[in-house]
């Protein structure tokens, strides 16, 4: 029985950059989509002001709070998806912080 070492520092290496990759477009993608929703949220804030249009806030909040749920939701399911690998969440932990 042989013990390869450097198939399995190619293994670790391809998950640490996979992983790194995965958190850094992540990341982007998620302050894309946030500051498109707060664009979003500023405008009907404004129309509200003026009289336009009345928002129900609590329902708005409500909203929210759902959406936050299922966010987290879909989060666990892809962890579990996602191979647990110690590089692969490593290098998307480096990824997500300097993204």
């Not at 293994?11 to 995965?22: E, N, R």
């Not at 409500?62 to 692969?88: D, R, Y």
Request: hydrophobic share 50%; aromatic share 14%; net charge positive.
């Amino acid at each position: 029985m042989e013990f390869n070492l450097g198939g399995m520092f190619g293994d670790m290496g391809v998950g640490a950059l996979v992983g790194f990759i995965t958190g850094y477009a992540l990341k982007k993608f998620m302050k894309l989509v946030l500051a498109i929703i707060g664009g979003y949220l500023l405008s009907l804030l404004w129309l509200q002001q003026k009289g336009v249009i009345s928002i129900r806030t609590e329902k708005l909040f409500n909203l929210a709070a759902e959406w936050s749920g299922e966010v987290i939701s879909f989060g666990q399911k892809v962890i579990g998806i996602l191979p647990g690998t110690t590089a692969f969440i490593a290098g998307f932990y480096v990824g997500f912080r300097k993204g």
